[in-house]
């Protein structure tokens, strides 16, 4: 089955302790991408990668790094998150960007107390 | 500046057609209509895509007006598994893929 993975689904931790977001596609997609929802905001893009070793800001890069060795895999790190990173965040990926179908992952809900 | 104007809300009844309106006047010629949709908390979902004709698939049907500044996505037979907020979003094959507010649909039992 076609589908974009995330883990872990929920996760409550405390400031400056590193964490890392895993994502995984099984559809050999090229392009990926990381995103934010929060309430009142919609979804904002915090980085994207176009293929292997590229990846590139998104609309909210700050305090987040993101990195792209395998197609499959692209993992969101937040070094060292802060409360103002709590949030629901969703990898997506696709073809390429833009005009082409985008399939989310299930997301993942982050509290940083 | 938003490329779409959707309604806040809006509501229907379980079993009937359910038609959803979005404005795009502002759309050029090589950008196509996406529709996708985002049930409670869980990742959006795509429904649907077009450039100038009409458009049905499994999930639904995408009407766009011959002037192509305005679309509807039609759900034909609304279930209560289809109350969600419906994006439409407006964008070339080299646009980046930018979410709206949306509308959100309740379907009544």
């Known amino acids: 089955e076609a589908q974009v993975t995330q883990n872990p689904r929920y996760l409550i931790t405390v400031t400056g302790k590193k964490l890392t977001v895993t994502c995984s596609q099984n559809m050999n997609h090229e392009y990926m991408s990381w995103y934010r929802q929060d309430p009142g905001l919609g979804l904002r893009q915090i980085y994207y990668?176009?293929?292997?070793?590229?990846?590139d800001k998104g609309d909210v890069p700050e305090g987040y790094k993101v990195s792209r060795k395998e197609k499959r895999n692209f993992p969101l790190i937040l070094e060292s998150p802060s409360p103002n990173q709590t949030s629901l965040y969703f990898c997506?990926?696709?073809?390429?960007?833009?005009?082409?179908?985008?399939?989310f992952g299930p997301g993942t809900r982050l509290t940083v107390l | 500046d938003a490329k779409t104007t959707q309604p806040t809300s809006m509501d229907c009844a379980e079993g009937r057609a359910a038609n959803l309106p979005c404005n795009h006047s502002t759309i050029s010629g090589n950008e196509y209509v996406y529709w996708y949709r985002q049930i409670h908390s869980q990742g959006p979902q795509y429904i649907i895509h077009g450039l100038k004709n009409n458009e049905t698939n499994e999930m639904a049907s995408l009407i766009i007006t011959e002037d192509r500044k305005s679309s509807t996505l039609i759900l034909p037979h609304a279930t209560l598994r289809d109350t969600a907020v419906y994006y439409c979003?407006?964008?070339?094959?080299?646009?980046?893929?930018?979410f709206g507010k949306g509308t959100r649909l309740h379907i009544l039992p």
């Open positions: 979003i407006v964008m070339d094959r080299d646009d980046k893929i930018i």
């Open positions: 990668s176009m293929n292997v070793e590229v990846t």
């Open positions: 997506a990926s696709s073809w390429t960007s833009g005009g082409y179908t985008q399939y």
